[in-house]
């Protein structure tokens, strides 16, 4: 990423770029930005599929993910958003790899249907949790937008404790983990393996292009994206709410679901006026 796309993305997310160092108290910072300020969604992912084009997806590449981001609010799902994450942790200078893990891994056990971070810290003195120093490893994700970054600890298990999305993790054969976390669109855990700790921009890019066949995201309009005291989810053409309470669904009429998708979640009009039918 150039200086100046740099520049303009971290004014959107509000932060300073003084502020951010390399260490835990810098990467809590960026990504706690991230998850209030970028939502995880399939707008472009729709309006590309349903065009007929058989083109590359346009947002898999950072700069143009956040040309849209910065125009029509719009995000990514998980490949997408992943590889602009990592360009711009790479730009700020973090250590960060990219993962690929098996999302619902019970059911679907060993597929690489999901992109996630790996960031190392380096904090010689205080560290982030608990004030812990040192080299740290932490799950950065995009996708499930936990709030904070998940501590990993090899062999261990490990916790992020978080009032609506708590998030938990196991080790697995082979020195890797699985992460159990929450939706606000589901009921439960949701399960997710990582099966391969480092892997290519080119990667995820073809994982991306695979998913045109084979995601859950492809024939409805999906969107995430978290504020202060809630997270807002919008499946099946409802609105989902969960906060201290609970998870509440709110029935939105045809007529309104423009206003309120550009209201909750930030999408401009004129890229809701391209967004098709749902199952079209």
Same mark, same amino acid.
């Given at each position: 990423?150039?200086?100046?796309?740099?520049?303009?993305?971290?004014?959107?997310?509000?932060?300073? %770029?003084?502020?951010?160092?390399?260490? #835990?108290?810098?990467?809590?910072?960026?990504?706690? #930005?991230?998850?209030?300020?970028?939502?995880?969604?399939?707008?472009?992912?729709? =309006?590309?599929?349903?065009?007929?084009?058989?083109?590359? =997806?346009?947002?898999?590449?950072?700069?143009?993910?956040?040309?849209?981001?910065?125009?029509?609010?719009?995000?990514?799902?998980?490949?997408?958003?992943?590889?602009?994450?990592?360009?711009?942790?790479?730009?700020?200078?973090?250590?960060?790899?990219?993962?690929?893990?098996?999302?619902?891994?019970?059911?679907?056990?060993?597929?690489?249907?999901?992109?996630?971070?790996?960031?190392?810290?380096?904090?010689?003195? @205080?560290?982030?949790?608990?004030? @812990?120093?040192?080299?740290?490893?932490?799950?950065?994700?995009?996708?499930?937008?936990?709030?904070?970054?998940?501590?990993?600890?090899?062999?261990?298990?490990?916790?992020?404790?978080?009032?609506? !999305?708590?998030?938990?993790?196991?080790?697995?054969?082979?020195?890797?983990?699985?992460?159990?976390?929450?939706?606000?669109?589901?009921?439960?855990?949701?399960?997710? %393996?990582?099966?391969?700790?480092?892997?290519?921009?080119?990667?995820?890019?073809?994982?991306? @292009?695979?998913?045109?066949?084979?995601?859950?995201?492809?024939?409805?309009?999906?969107?995430? !994206?978290?504020?202060?005291?809630?997270?807002?989810?919008?499946?099946?053409?409802?609105?989902?709410?969960?906060? %201290?309470?609970? #998870?509440? =669904?709110? @029935?939105?009429?045809?007529?309104? %679901?423009?206003?309120?998708?550009?209201?909750?979640?930030?999408?401009? #009009?004129?890229?809701?006026?391209?967004?098709?039918?749902?199952?079209?």
């Amino acid at each position: 990423m150039d200086s100046g796309l740099v520049a303009a993305v971290l004014a959107k997310l509000g932060v300073d %770029r003084g502020s951010v160092t390399t260490g #835990a108290p810098g990467l809590e910072l960026v990504y706690g #930005a991230w998850c209030q300020g970028v939502p995880f969604d399939n707008v472009v992912k729709r =309006i590309h599929l349903a065009s007929g084009d058989t083109g590359p =997806i346009p947002n898999g590449q950072p700069d143009a993910f956040f040309a849209s981001w910065l125009e029509h609010g719009t995000g990514g799902t998980c490949w997408p958003s992943t590889l602009a994450l990592h360009a711009l942790l790479v730009a700020l200078g973090f250590d960060v790899r990219i993962g690929s893990a098996a999302m619902r891994d019970d059911l679907a056990p060993g597929v690489h249907s999901h992109g996630t971070l790996l960031v190392t810290t380096h904090d010689g003195g @205080e560290g982030g949790e608990g004030g @812990e120093g040192g080299d740290r490893l932490w799950w950065v994700d995009s996708s499930m937008l936990t709030g904070a970054p998940v501590p990993l600890r090899p062999g261990e298990p490990s916790k992020l404790d978080h009032p609506l !999305r708590p998030v938990r993790v196991e080790p697995v054969d082979g020195g890797l983990w699985r992460v159990f976390w929450v939706s606000s669109g589901t009921t439960g855990e949701l399960p997710c %393996r990582l099966l391969d700790d480092n892997v290519t921009e080119e990667h995820c890019r073809a994982r991306y @292009e695979w998913s045109r066949e084979f995601s859950p995201f492809n024939q409805t309009l999906y969107a995430t !994206r978290n504020t202060p005291e809630a997270v807002h989810t919008w499946a099946m053409g409802s609105l989902v709410t969960l906060d %201290r309470d609970g #998870a509440h =669904i709110t @029935e939105v009429a045809a007529p309104d %679901r423009a206003d309120t998708l550009q209201t909750v979640f930030g999408f401009s #009009a004129d890229v809701l006026a391209r967004v098709p039918p749902d199952n079209s």
